[in-house]
């Protein structure tokens, strides 16, 4: 039973439009998600949280949504530049504990 | 500031051998983490270091792998004997506080049992 899923492998757009990421999730405990970042030969970076008494994150180009009677959440990335490009993994943990991560989807950034 | 080290950064091996990581935490992290990530999946908690106690291991494999934290500083992840489906990547990470968000990663040793 995955708890944390991201239905799309991967994802290609062009640089200067919108990078959308989606992440769904089961357990209506979970009250804190988190973004990762991962490069080829590294391992995952922060990105970005939210906490489950907001709807919405913003950072810079990054701004996640959260939509919790749909038990949705998406990564914003605006504009997408090439050094975007990357795995992000989405997240969810209760009280900012244990993480669950989801399979990650590949985000590529077309010059 | 020095990252999160992890050694040896690729391993092979034959199935029913032995295979011990090695992680060094961000100096002053009192949390550490291992977690296991097979290709094409997230990475998924084997267990968490308070110090040098054991926080969370419900994940943790305990008829094949084990984990030490001597000292709470560096900390061994070992496997024996090792099966086909242990070939993933291992990541350790650490933090200040046992938070989510504050976890640094390091790179990871990459695992094939043959």
């Known amino acids: 039973d995955q708890q944390v899923k991201q239905n799309s492998p991967s994802l290609s757009v062009q640089e200067g439009r919108i990078s959308i990421l989606n992440c769904d999730y089961t357990n209506s405990m979970f009250d804190y998600f988190l973004w990762y970042k991962k490069y080829p030969a590294e391992g995952p970076t922060f990105l970005i949280s939210i906490s489950s008494i907001k709807d919405k994150n913003e950072d810079g180009r990054f701004t996640v949504f959260l939509n919790k009677s749909a038990k949705h959440l998406s990564l914003h990335i605006v504009p997408s530049q090439p050094g975007d490009s990357a795995v992000y993994f989405c997240?969810?943990?209760?009280?900012?504990?244990?993480?669950?991560f989801g399979d990650g989807t590949t985000l590529t950034v077309k010059p | 500031e020095a990252g999160v080290a992890q050694s040896p950064r690729y391993k092979i091996i034959e199935k029913r051998q032995s295979v011990a990581f090695w992680c060094n935490p961000i100096?002053?992290?009192?949390?550490l983490y291992w977690y296991q990530q097979i290709l094409g999946q997230g990475p998924k908690l084997l267990i968490q270091?308070?110090?040098?106690?054991?926080?969370?291991d419900s994940q943790l494999p305990k008829d094949r792998f084990s984990a030490e934290r001597l000292k709470g500083v560096d900390s061994t992840l070992k496997i024996q004997p090792a099966k086909l489906e242990d070939s993933a990547v291992y990541l350790c990470a650490s933090s200040l506080q046992p938070t989510s968000e504050t976890q640094y990663f390091g790179p990871g040793t990459r695992l094939l049992v043959l």
């Open positions: 270091f308070q110090n040098n106690g054991v926080v969370d």
């Open positions: 100096s002053g992290h009192a949390t």
């Open positions: 997240a969810a943990s209760i009280n900012a504990g244990k993480s669950t």
